[in-house]
């Protein structure tokens, strides 16, 4: 929802000075300073709705350990706990419009939260906006915490929904290569090993191998994800707690466990905690795998597609557009071709998450806030691009048999599933001979009269040149 500014105003201060406030703002002086002084990227914090769901739970665990610890009244934590649950119900997520890449090392999304949370607690509690006496931003919302705890935090609860919701659009997506892997278990083609011929399989096992390579994938995503929930709540500054009462560390984390239903733990050393950001290095590398894979598969897609005349041709994928501005007729791949570019940009996400997590320094890494946004962005595009490639390609393909089985009759790589039976000198010369005659290897081993046609024709069935197979053949001579 688009909030509507009538022009009216509040006037709201901080360490800097005084400002006028959009009367209809939830945000306040800091958000407002954040907002003109990080206008860098199109990449803001409404835009990722998991993350601001993140800071609300954190701010609702926050205040739910804080109320057990006395610090809140029951008005201020009632009130608190329902705008951090209209957060997570949707609501106000437009007042949150700060550019994700920021300096500071994220105050301005934290201090964001801890306005808009507090403003609204206001008006729950029967006071005006701005009225910070009754429940500030800080004293109240941000009570026992620190931007450099908080805000990794909400990073981490906000990635750990995302990486649930990416899991199943992975998944869908190597079904839909599971059956297309069935669909064509029956036609045999050629492999290619350096684009070259090398030996028969079937159609159907090209697929199984990329749902196979993906499939491997879930356990890494899984594994780098699970560091997510471990935290650093009750850090607060620097991991010595200051600010922070005995207990509280703990009652947050319970806090965020009942919030969340997951098994969430608290960093063992919240000094070193507090500057540590391999987690993300982490998920940010286990991404740029799913990447470097999907992008060889849909490389394998669109050379195993090509033609129509004049390419490999096993299959056709659906024509979704026309392909040229001059040239009548001509399709192309689009959509394994914005997979590759989706998976380019995951990769280059990678290496900028590394760049900042190497860039910490002493007892922070204020680098964190574009390690953040190129992670989430990084998931939403996996997401967005595993459910266009299902969609609108693997699940259209049409394999065209006649020719894959056209090409491994004329292929010279045929001849060792041969080299078996006729041994690898044969093999050669009828390799050679092959190429330099343009027969088929099948046409000159029945003219030199090695192999018997039924001979032939056995070694050479689908089901003994896909896996290992014991024949009982012997030569002619």
Not at 16 to 22: N, T, V
Not at 266 to 279: E, I
């Amino acid at each position: 929802m688009k909030t509507e500014f009538t022009g009216k105003t509040r006037t709201e201060s901080d360490l800097i000075g005084a400002r006028e406030i959009p009367a209809e703002a939830l945000y306040g002086v800091q958000t407002l300073r954040g907002i003109e002084n990080f206008s860098i990227s199109k990449f803001h914090l409404n835009e990722y709705p998991l993350f601001i769901n993140g800071l609300a739970i954190t701010k609702m665990a926050a205040a739910e350990a804080n109320f057990a610890l006395g610090l809140l009244t029951d008005e201020q934590y009632r009130a608190i706990t329902q705008a951090c649950h209209e957060i997570l119900d949707g609501q106000h997520h437009e007042q949150f419009p700060v550019d994700m890449i920021q300096g500071g090392a994220g105050t301005t999304s934290n201090m964001n939260a801890n306005e808009v949370i507090a403003n609204r607690a206001l008006e729950i509690m029967g006071h005006q906006r701005g009225e910070y006496t009754y429940c500030s931003p800080n004293d109240h919302v941000n009570r026992s915490q620190s931007t450099n705890d908080a805000y990794p935090t909400a990073i981490h609860l906000g990635m750990y929904a995302t990486h649930l919701r990416l899991i199943p659009y992975l998944e869908a997506l190597i079904s839909s290569f599971r059956k297309k892997g069935e669909e064509f278990a029956h036609i045999i083609k050629m492999g290619r090993t350096q684009l070259e011929d090398a030996v028969p399989m079937t159609l159907g096992q090209t697929f199984n191998g990329f749902a196979s390579i993906l499939q491997d994938e879930i356990a890494h995503l899984d594994h780098a994800a699970n560091d997510f929930l471990t935290v650093n709540m009750g850090a607060t500054a620097i991991g010595t707690g200051i600010c922070a009462e005995p207990g509280y560390a703990e009652k947050c984390i319970e806090a965020l466990r009942k919030i969340t239903g997951w098994n969430i733990k608290l960093s063992a050393d919240l000094v070193g905690a507090t500057s540590d950001t391999s987690c993300l290095v982490g998920y940010a590398a286990a991404m740029k795998r799913v990447a470097v894979k999907i992008n060889k598969i849909c490389n394998d897609l669109r050379l195993l597609a090509s033609g129509p005349r004049c390419g490999l041709g096993e299959f056709n994928l659906p024509a979704m557009q026309p392909g040229s501005s001059i040239m009548p007729g001509k399709v192309n791949p689009v959509i394994p071709e914005v997979m590759n570019q989706i998976a380019y940009k995951v990769i280059g996400n990678e290496l900028c998450v590394t760049m900042a997590g190497e860039a910490a320094q002493m007892e922070l890494n204020a680098m964190e806030p574009v390690m953040a946004q190129c992670c989430f962005e990084s998931a939403e595009l996996l997401m967005n691009g595993f459910e266009t490639l299902r969609t609108l390609c693997v699940e259209g393909i049409i394999a065209n048999a006649e020719h894959c089985i056209e090409e491994v009759h004329h292929s010279i790589g045929v001849v060792t599933a041969l080299n078996p039976v006729i041994g690898y000198k044969n093999s050669t010369k009828i390799a050679k001979e092959a190429l330099e005659t343009g027969k088929s290897v099948y046409q000159l081993v029945l003219d030199h009269g090695i192999l018997t046609k039924e001979q032939l024709d056995t070694i050479l069935s689908p089901e003994n040149m896909i896996h290992p197979v014991k024949l009982d053949i012997h030569p002619a001579k």
